[in-house]
């Protein structure tokens, strides 16, 4: 069965104070591992598509890196406009384009 | 461009009362999706709908309807609603050669 686990369910860093967030995965054959981040009462917003381990892609403070178990959101130097709950998702080659969501991080910057 | 839009935005209802959420987009989307989203879980997909004209169940398709009415609407019907179907609601939208899903603002459901 297609599982997609997120860790640390909450983290709380000072502004400024790098870290990263974990997502740990099984699918029977991965056709592509994806980060979205979600303000308070709205929708979720495409960050990242991951295809290939080794794979790595990089927005402002944010990288995301994939291996054949797990991907890493890296949080470099962050701000606190970059408090959010970011969700990970995997969509396996015999999903015909479904998702599998984790239950996301919360995070949160202060000042 | 709106969008992915949802209406409404919040909704109170009464156990065995129904209704219809509705979803229009305006990106061209060949695909539409309906989730729910429940504390501590992640996204879970109620139904689908490939292309105008096809819909399909998702993980959690019991005690919901839907209706691909053109290629812009995707509307979700509870036909009796329960307690159980209290959670946030969300629409999405894809486009055929993306994998990204645009999402709309949602729908916060309350069954009393």
């Known amino acids: 069965e297609d599982q997609v686990t997120q860790s640390p369910e909450a983290l709380r860093l000072q502004e400024g104070e790098s870290s990263s967030l974990n997502c740990s995965y099984t699918?029977?054959?991965?056709?592509?591992l994806f980060w979205y981040r979600q303000d308070p009462g709205k929708g979720p917003e495409f960050l990242f598509t991951l295809y290939s381990a080794g794979e790595e892609k990089e927005k402002e403070r944010l990288k995301a890196t994939l291996t054949k178990k797990e991907s890493f959101l890296h949080i470099t130097a962050p701000k606190p406009e970059d408090s959010a709950t970011y969700l990970c998702?995997?969509?396996?080659?015999?999903?015909?384009?479904?998702?599998?969501w984790g239950a996301g991080t919360k995070l949160i910057i202060k000042p | 461009n709106a969008g992915v839009t949802q209406t409404p935005k919040f909704q109170v209802l009464k156990t065995g009362q129904s209704m219809t959420l509705q979803c229009a987009q305006d990106m061209n989307h060949n695909s539409m999706y309906w989730y729910r989203q429940d504390p501590g879980m992640g996204l879970r997909l109620i139904y689908y709908?490939?292309?105008?004209?096809?819909?399909d169940k998702g993980e959690v398709p019991n005690g919901y309807n839907v209706s691909r009415l053109n290629k812009r609407e995707f509307s979700l019907r509870l036909e009796s609603a329960a307690p159980s179907q209290t959670s946030v609601y969300f629409c999405a939208g894809r486009t055929s050669g993306s994998n990204e899903q645009f999402f709309g603002p949602g729908t916060r459901l309350t069954v009393l």
């Open positions: 709908s490939a292309s105008e004209g096809t819909t």
């Open positions: 699918v029977s054959g991965l056709r592509g």
């Open positions: 998702a995997v969509q396996g080659v015999d999903s015909n384009y479904q998702l599998i």
